[in-house]
């Protein structure tokens, strides 16, 4: 499609095209490829993962990346663009594109198998769109919107100028990354300027990156943990709840965990960090190796693999896998569904994290250990106080004015008119 150079293009009812795929290759050397529309590995995407391997970011990182390369390279092969030629115009377009543009709705694996084997996928046209971003009624959060979010966007343009820099350093790139750095900044080194007594500003931004709107954190207060706790139907699930909530680990980091991982003596469960890649073990409350010795009573009877190399969590039904993050969300979905609510495994991470932080008999500093946050500033967040708090004060702050406004005035003391008090401060006598 030709484009005259530097002239914003026609994007009204462009859709995404779904060429290429991101696969998993399940390889430890090369977790991850960017196929194109034949089939072929994108060869600059490989080199890339390559040296962001040898960085040391996990294979989540490079699966991460790969999803918004995947939407760039889309982008430039439905308007034919060669990825070394891409210039600020189609940046911009992209951002536009991005910024405007409603969110593509996928096709149920099962219907796209269906229609790979030449039979009929029975499904409605045209799909219905997301919900709007209505708040929930129980949780107060709202659901996802049909747009692509402010953090996706600017994930996607930190990825992708990220990209351009390795490439145009390596000298196999264009001599201009299409993703430049805001106007005011680019030609200066961050931080340039300093004051020592004021704190560091954040990272170089890029022109196109959006603002990010400062989100607090939720957590699950007392009477809703404990009703959604009520909702599991297992011990398997009741485990992983109270080892969440009480770890403050990740849920990917649980996950991962093996059976001889978990000390009930000691209280303490081993995970393996998500940055550092370190084991760490995380003090947990008595009660979730309680429905840990359940689930494993019940799960070994059942014929689940049993070894202190093997995973510590499982499926329910055979053939027996190793339970994966993408399961144990299905798993809180489904008690979602039956409260009506939307919490997500994170949650559970911010509820543990709030619990810690307040407790006036914890050091903050303990905190950021059991966390593994890098910074202290990172578990200050966690001291305000949480959103449903403020909601509650405020509230009770708006009843306690209108029951003063519905009171008398108090009376004059002895020796003043209350006639000259009344033209004082101006009240009608």
């Known amino acids: 499609m030709l484009h005259d150079e530097g002239l914003p293009r026609n994007l009204t009812g462009f859709v995404l095209p ?3 795929r991101l696969h998993g290759t399940g390889q430890l050397y090369e977790p991850y490829r960017l196929l194109d529309r034949a089939g072929v590995v994108v060869s600059p995407v490989a080199v890339w ?3 962001l391997q040898a960085a040391g970011k996990p294979a989540a990182t490079l699966r991460s990346y790969g999803h918004d390369l995947l939407r760039w390279y889309r982008f430039l092969w439905a308007f034919d663009v060669d990825w070394a030629r891409a210039t600020r115009t189609e ?3 992209f951002a536009r594109w991005m910024q405007l543009a409603d969110k593509p709705i996928r096709t149920h694996w099962r219907h796209r198998a269906k229609e790979a084997a030449g039979q009929s996928a029975e499904r409605t046209e045209p799909q219905a769109k997301p919900p ?6 129980v949780t107060g959060k709202p659901a996802p919107g049909p747009k692509y979010a402010a953090t996706t966007r600017a994930h996607c343009e930190t990825v992708l100028r990220t990209f351009y820099d390795f490439h145009r350093e390596e ?3 264009p001599l ?3 993703f430049p750095l805001d106007r005011s900044r680019r030609n200066a080194r961050a931080n340039a300027h300093h004051n020592p007594m004021e704190p560091f500003k954040g990272e170089r931004q890029g022109r196109y990156r959006p603002h990010v709107p400062r989100r607090v954190p939720r957590r699950i207060p007392d009477a809703l943990f404990d009703a959604l706790f009520a909702a599991l139907k297992y011990y398997r699930d009741r485990a992983l709840l109270a080892a969440w909530v009480s770890t403050g680990a990740r849920a990917e980091e649980l996950l991962t965990g093996r059976q001889d991982d978990a000390e009930p003596g000691q209280q303490l469960i081993g995970v393996v960090r998500k940055g550092s890649r370190e084991r760490q073990e995380l003090p947990a409350a008595p009660d979730a190796f309680v429905w840990l010795r359940l689930y494993q009573q019940q799960a070994w009877e059942a014929g689940v693999p049993r070894g202190p190399g093997l995973s510590m969590w499982w499926t329910l039904r055979r053939p027996w896998r190793p339970l994966t993050y ?4 299905a798993m809180l979905l489904q008690a979602n569904a039956a409260l009506g609510a939307n919490w997500t495994l994170h949650d559970l991470r911010h509820t543990a994290s709030y619990r810690m932080a307040r407790d006036p008999q914890l050091s903050l500093t303990h905190v950021q250990w059991v966390l593994g946050h890098a910074h202290l500033s990172t578990t200050e967040i966690y001291l305000a106080a949480g959103l449903d708090q403020i909601l509650r004060e405020v509230r009770a702050h708006h009843a306690r004015q209108a029951e003063l406004r519905g009171r008398p005035p108090a ?3 002895a020796g003043y008119s209350a006639a000259s008090l009344d033209v004082l401060f101006g009240r009608q006598p």
């Open 49 to 51: 993962f390559s040296e």
């Open 91 to 93: 940046a911009r377009d």
């Open 176 to 178: 201009l990354n299409p």
């Open 132 to 137: 709007q971003r209505t708040p929930n009624p």
């Open 18 to 20: 779904e060429f290429g």
């Open 411 to 413: 009376p004059p003391a």
């Open 171 to 173: 000298g196999t790139g």
């Open 326 to 329: 993408h399961a144990a969300r």
